[in-house]
């Protein structure tokens, strides 16, 4: 648990990693189903236990947005920035059936099929690249065409943008 956390956080943060919260990027596929394994063995529920097989078919984004809440937040910088800490629901858990697994699994493979369907449009955008230094960062603004597939800018030099970066706007779509 150790290498989690650095000098820099606030002692409740620390407190917080050592009583199992997380930021969202801490939550590993292996840390999210060996905390689920711990639960159902402390609660003896047998029947959920073989409901692991299933939920290791399950892709890590969703087990997050499934089973995990935003359990509180804490500062975690020399600058105090603010992170939102999650924890395992266990309503959530108690509730699981293989029904449910199962239409997580189905939504999955439906996503990544339409994902790889989703080919994108030509886009005329405006964006904001940066450079110089921290102390004196420059912006400058590009105007190029690329192509806008799901939440990216692909620009012709191979690059990409997100299309929800400051200062980021589509003028035309091609």
Avoid at 145 to 172: C, D, M, P, Q, T
Wanted: aromatic share 12%.
């Amino acid at each position: 648990m150790s290498g989690y956390y650095n000098y820099s956080m606030s002692n409740n943060a620390v407190s917080a990693y050592e009583s199992g919260e997380k930021p969202l990027s801490k939550w590993l596929k292996k840390d999210l189903l060996d905390e689920i394994i711990d639960y159902y063995v402390e609660t003896d529920n047998q029947q959920n236990l073989l409901l692991l097989p299933y939920l290791a078919k399950v892709k890590v984004s969703t087990l997050k947005s499934k089973l995990l809440f935003n359990s509180s937040w804490h500062h975690t910088s020399n600058y105090y920035n603010k992170t939102e800490f999650y924890s395992l629901d266990t309503d959530k858990l108690d509730e699981l059936t293989d029904t449910i697994v199962l239409n997580w699994i189905e939504q999955d493979k439906a996503n990544r099929k339409n994902k790889k369907k989703d080919t994108g449009y030509p886009a005329k955008c405006k964006f904001l690249e940066w450079s110089g230094t921290r102390k004196h960062p420059k912006a400058t603004e590009h105007i190029e065409i690329g192509i806008i597939r799901g939440e990216s800018f692909y620009r012709n030099n191979g690059k990409r943008k997100s299309i929800y970066a400051n200062g980021f706007k589509i003028l035309e779509r091609l």
